[in-house]
């Protein structure tokens, strides 16, 4: 047991000390420049160390410090240059100065860690950053939906304060584009407005994958896969860096629970300790994992190191594993001892939903238990009111139960001139409303070119503003003001004073649709 570890770790060590070495000699041009006298003196300790069989964590633990303080003083020059929101230079290299040792591929060309940056206005200072690599899947695409689950319920003030990076791990830059293209034509305000980011790696970044030495009995094409799998979450992790405080690790096929963003934000700020390393927002692999985004290139580096080894999910374990468990004790005091830098918050917020791996032929149909159901429409107490409706309602999920905030409302694809009325035998002032089409499921079940009308209980009152100067009530019909619409799915805002009371309150749709309509959440403020 004790010889294993011992072994283990000094792997461990050599690797960081030859590659220091590598470092010293490679960042000069002579060929011949001795070594750092510090570097041969950690080395002697080393050896010291292990010669007498005495390596303990402790002195381990220094030593890497002790390396690694001299590898960054050596080499981490960063000039980080945003301009008119493109990066240029090559971002990544100056992120991360050993790139070249564990990726010697990368050596003759100077452009391979620049990103490619498709859509994207360089938005940094933000709270969080989630990154999403994506790959050309054989069967099924679930990156729109994925999207639209995490935009689904964003506040602007969130949206104002968070980065969704698009990590498209392809070469094919025919495919990349047609995925910038495919974003931009769905989340057209988000990609403008700079929260949604789509990038690409640059043409040099991989490595020849026939080259690689299959371990733990996985196949050719899983060992590259995985490989692969590192070197992408690498240059992401490198990229989303500088972009804000926190990192959530995602993946593209997912749903997440209405409130994460908010979730997450209260959950850290309610944490009494510093200590963590990482906190959990799904069990699953990959998915919902929250880095602080100072940790993150020293994460990176360390998946870089042995990409070609393990898989990701082992060397995420791994990181812990140097830097809680003591050698000398049992793998209970470890798994105690790494349980202390990842936190787990329950419920989950994501859950996974694809169910074919990105691995061809894998099926992946993992759940997270602990995610629940998901959460399919936001009931509210609205005010009593007749409801009537030209729609047709798909089974139980009806308008009246909608109302009180039993279930959603469905109903059949609407021609022009479809309505939902909502009225008040007794005229009331009604101050804001919400209308929300669509869920997490459904996500495209909108009502579009439908506006949102009132009708108010003075007849007069419509004349007068319709009339005057105000140009909102300008395209009113009939005895109702038109006072919104629905966009991206929502309709929502706040009704005049000169308007009140109400008698009644429409929806009116203007042309006809293929697509079902749902409404997910109906609030009529009072
Ligand atoms: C690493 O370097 C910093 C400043 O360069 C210094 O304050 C710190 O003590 C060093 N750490 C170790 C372990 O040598
Ligand atoms: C960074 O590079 C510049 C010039 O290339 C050099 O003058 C400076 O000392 C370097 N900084 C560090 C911390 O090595
Ligand atoms: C950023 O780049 C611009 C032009 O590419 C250059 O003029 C400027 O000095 C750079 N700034 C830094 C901090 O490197
Ligand atoms: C979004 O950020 C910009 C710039 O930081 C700021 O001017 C604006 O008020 C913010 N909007 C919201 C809704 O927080
Ligand atoms: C990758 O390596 C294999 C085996 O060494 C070689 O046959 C192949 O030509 C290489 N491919 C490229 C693109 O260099
Ligand atoms: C909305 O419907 C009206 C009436 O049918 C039509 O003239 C208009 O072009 C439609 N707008 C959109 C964006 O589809």
């Not at 240059?81 to 003759?108: E, M, V």
């Amino acid at each position: 047991m004790r010889l294993t570890h011992v072994k283990s770790v000094c792997f461990l060590a050599c690797i960081v000390l030859s590659l220091t070495w590598l470092t010293v000699y490679n960042g000069n041009d002579e060929a011949a420049h001795p070594p750092h006298p510090e570097i041969i003196h950690l080395y002697e300790r080393l050896l010291a160390a292990e010669v007498k069989g005495e390596l303990v964590s402790r002195e381990l633990s220094s030593v890497l410090k002790n390396l690694r303080n001299l590898t960054r003083i050596a080499a981490n020059n960063i000039s980080t240059n945003f301009t008119d929101g493109q990066i240029k230079g090559s971002l990544l290299s100056s992120r991360l100065p050993n790139a070249n040792l564990y990726l010697p591929h990368l050596r003759d060309k100077t452009d391979s860690l620049t990103p490619n940056v498709v859509l994207g206005h360089g938005r940094i200072g933000v709270s969080l950053v989630l990154g999403i690599p994506t790959v050309k899947r054989q069967k099924q695409s679930y990156l729109v939906n994925t999207l639209h689950s995490l935009l689904f319920d964003l506040s602007p003030s969130e949206r104002n304060d968070t980065v969704i990076i698009v990590f498209v791990a392809e070469m094919d830059i025919e495919y990349v584009k047609s995925v910038g293209e495919l974003i931009k034509k769905n989340f057209p305000r988000d990609v403008h407005s700079g929260l949604l980011e789509v990038v690409s790696p640059s043409q040099n970044f991989y490595p020849n994958f026939s080259r690689l030495r299959e371990t733990f009995g996985d196949s050719k094409e899983r060992v590259k896969w995985r490989t692969k799998q590192n070197l992408d979450y690498s240059f992401l992790m490198l990229y989303a860096q500088s972009k804000g405080i926190y990192y959530v690790q995602l993946e593209d096929d997912i749903v997440a629970k209405p409130g994460y963003s908010e979730a997450m934000k209260t959950y850290v700020r309610s944490l009494a300790s510093d200590d963590w390393m990482f906190l959990e927002f799904s069990q699953l692999g990959f998915i919902g994992k929250m880095f602080r985004a100072r940790d993150l290139p020293m994460i990176a580096e360390f998946f870089l190191m042995f990409h070609r080894d393990k898989p990701i999910d082992w060397l995420l374990d791994h990181i812990l594993w140097v830097k809680a468990c003591n050698p000398e004790k049992d793998d209970t005091d470890c798994k105690k001892q790494k349980g202390l830098l990842k936190l787990r918050y329950k419920p989950s917020l994501f859950q996974h939903v694809g169910l074919h791996s990105s691995l061809p032929g894998k099926l992946q149909q993992l759940k997270d238990k602990d995610f629940g159901k998901a959460v399919l429409f936001t009931a509210h107490s609205n005010p009593q009111a007749e409801l009537s409706s030209s729609l047709e309602p798909y089974q139980r999920h009806t308008l009246e139960r909608a109302y009180l905030g039993e279930d959603f409302f469905w109903g059949l694809a609407p021609n022009a001139g479809d309505f939902i009325l909502f009225s008040f035998p007794v005229p009331r002032t009604i101050t804001g409303y919400r209308f929300r089409s669509g869920n997490l499921e459904t996500n495209r079940d909108w009502f579009y070119n439908t506006t949102v009308e009132v009708l108010p209980s003075d007849a007069s009152v419509r004349d007068t503003l319709v009339n005057g100067p105000s140009p909102q009530y300008k395209g009113s019909h009939g005895g109702f003001i038109v006072i919104g619409s629905f966009v991206d799915g929502l309709a929502e805002g706040e009704i005049d004073r000169r308007i009140q009371p109400i008698a009644a309150i429409r929806l009116l749709v203007h042309s006809s649709s293929d697509l079902w309509v749902l409404l997910s959440e109906i609030f009529i403020k009072v």
